[in-house]
């Protein structure tokens, strides 16, 4: 049987042998950390040295209160941020202008992927306003420019919230008024992320764990998990290396009569987006499945529609990039062998796919 190759780890990284360790010892503290005897302050002792890891190796000094993962920090900080007015970015992904409410003002973005400032600049001109801006997009691996968006957004009196789910545990983190995070991102778990909050003053408080902003059990062996992957440092270790391998993709795409998505942009250098002119991305997605390759058609939220993407039309692309869209994203392990043998199996498809 031909090896699996997986190139879809923006969709989810295989949890870290550090993770993995971490939550198995961390599983033989079963009680509830809010209680007060002592059984559960040891599993409270656990917990709260996990968000230290995680405020320390993030280089983050404020709160962090644990979520269910990056959607539920967005929805948090969208649902509570006191201010009134809502903005959003049109690249956002999917759980964004969900969570935002639809009065929020969508900020459009050029064929590269970067933000309109002086629509930025006319949304932000009708009053405070919580603003969401991803750090990396989850598509097309687009950096947006955060430091120069957040002095714009506080200069206007308003507040920035950075998804950061693509760009935690591989780059440095901007200094954001809220910070969306995902383990699963980053080779922790499932199921765990973090909202960090530089003044929580500036959210509604629900009552519950977390100081008051999040109800409901902590998730003990989650938390040490996340933590350990973030610790272990294999992303930050490996960027350079991914640098290389994604540059070396581009070139061989291109080639082969393909399109780099955003090629001129700052892009992170575990994502690439590419389009395949001529060619179906649901047909790309079967053979590759079939030919042993796992990669995906966009955001994984949404991809299992089989629509073109959403992100690809926002940024004003051609029809045919839009419908033969692929989303390559490499993980801390992924090899120049892995994506010479990718090629191997990505050529026949569409010398026949671009062809037809």
């Given at each position: 049987m031909t090896e699996r190759l997986y190139f879809d780890h923006a969709a989810a990284t295989p949890l870290h042998p550090e993770a993995r360790a971490a939550m198995i010892a961390a599983f033989d503290c079963w009680a509830n950390p809010n209680s007060p005897y002592a059984e559960a302050r040891a599993c409270n002792a656990l917990f709260e040295e996990a968000r230290r890891k995680i405020k320390s190796t993030l280089g983050w000094s404020h709160d962090l209160i644990f979520t269910g993962g990056a959607s539920e920090a967005v929805c948090l900080a969208a649902a509570r941020c006191k201010l009134p007015g809502r903005i959003h970015g049109a690249t956002e992904h999917d759980i964004v202008p969900s969570s935002m409410g639809a009065h929020s003002i969508k900020v459009g973005v050029d064929s590269e992927g970067a933000i309109d400032r002086d629509a930025l600049a006319a949304a932000l001109a009708k009053g405070p306003a919580l603003v969401a801006i991803q750090l990396v997009n989850n598509e097309t691996g687009v950096i947006q420019d955060v430091e120069a968006i957040r002095d714009q957004v506080h200069e206007a009196g308003s507040l920035l919230l950075v998804d950061a789910a693509q760009g935690g545990g591989k780059m440095d983190l901007p200094d954001a008024d809220y910070i969306a995070l995902s383990a699963?991102?980053?080779?922790?778990?499932v199921g765990i992320g973090a909202l960090l909050v530089k003044e929580l003053t500036t959210l509604e408080a629900v009552g519950g764990q977390e100081k008051g902003y999040r109800r409901g059990t902590q998730n003990v062996p989650a938390a040490a998990g996340f933590a350990a992957a973030l610790e272990a440092g294999r992303y930050r270790d490996a960027y350079p290396r991914l640098i290389e391998l994604r540059a070396k993709l581009d070139a061989a795409i291109e080639q082969r009569g393909g399109v780099v998505i955003a090629k001129d942009a700052r892009r992170t250098a575990t994502i690439g987006g590419y389009g395949f002119p001529g060619a179906e991305a649901p047909s790309l997605l079967v053979q590759l499945d079939l030919a042993g390759a796992?990669?995906?058609?966009?955001?994984?939220?949404?991809?299992?529609?089989m629509k073109g993407s959403r992100v690809i039309g926002e940024m004003g692309l051609a029809e045919p990039i839009r419908k033969s869209f692929l989303r390559i994203s490499f993980?801390?392990?992924?090899?120049e062998a892995d994506v010479d043998a990718l090629l191997r199996r990505l050529d026949p498809i569409l010398q026949r796919a671009m062809a037809a």
């Open positions: 699963h991102k980053l080779g922790g778990p796992a990669v995906s058609a966009g955001s994984a939220c949404s991809s299992g529609a993980g801390p392990d992924t090899s």
